[in-house]
């Protein structure tokens, strides 16, 4: 279930719908409980979670409060600027970028999550063995807040890691050196 209203600028794509009770006196009380993720497929994305005692109650109450909780991520053509792996609950994703072209691999909530994320090249893995939908969406969405921006990945990668043959060589020429001073 998909939908966008011309005068809204989120879409929105209801994750689950799950009849909860609740015991009283009387007997028991069924009401529903909404998952729906909320996105505009431009790098904004965002989950709710609501119950009411109908379902197109749930899922109004929980898109509503899907718009409020809508975050930016940094994109960058097309795909995530760098791998990230993130846990909640029992649950853990991990997330890698993609050439362009090569589509969105990835299952379940983290797929629905990147895609109304507006991510359209990546590779995912739940790493967990948990099917709680909703804890995987939310582990999506923090390995989604945790990312850095492409032009702060890519300075982390130069700074850590030497690419060329010359740099390789001039650092285990520093690693030498300091082992002989410090055995000195």
Avoid: W, Y
């Amino acid at each position: 279930m998909s939908g966008k209203s011309p005068r809204e600028e989120f879409d929105h794509s209801v994750l689950e719908i799950a009849r909860v009770t609740r015991v009283v006196k009387g007997g028991r009380r069924f009401r529903f409980r909404a998952i729906v993720v909320t996105g505009d497929r431009a790098g904004r994305v965002g989950i709710g979670v609501a119950k009411s005692s109908d379902v197109s109650g749930a899922i109004n109450k929980a898109f509503l409060r899907g718009k409020r909780s809508v975050f930016g991520i940094p994109i960058h053509e097309g795909t995530i600027p760098h791998e990230v792996r993130e846990s909640f609950g029992a649950s853990s994703v991990m997330l890698r970028p993609a050439r362009k072209g090569r589509g969105l691999i990835a299952g379940g909530a983290v797929r629905t999550v990147c895609d109304l994320a507006g991510i359209h090249d990546l590779t995912a893995k739940v790493l967990s063995r948990s099917g709680n939908k909703l804890n995987v969406a939310r582990a999506t969405l923090r390995a989604l807040q945790s990312l850095k921006p492409f032009h702060a990945a890519k300075k982390h990668n130069e700074t850590n890691k030497p690419t060329d043959i010359q740099g390789i060589e001039e650092e285990n020429k520093r690693q030498e050196e300091n082992k002989e001073e410090t055995h000195s």
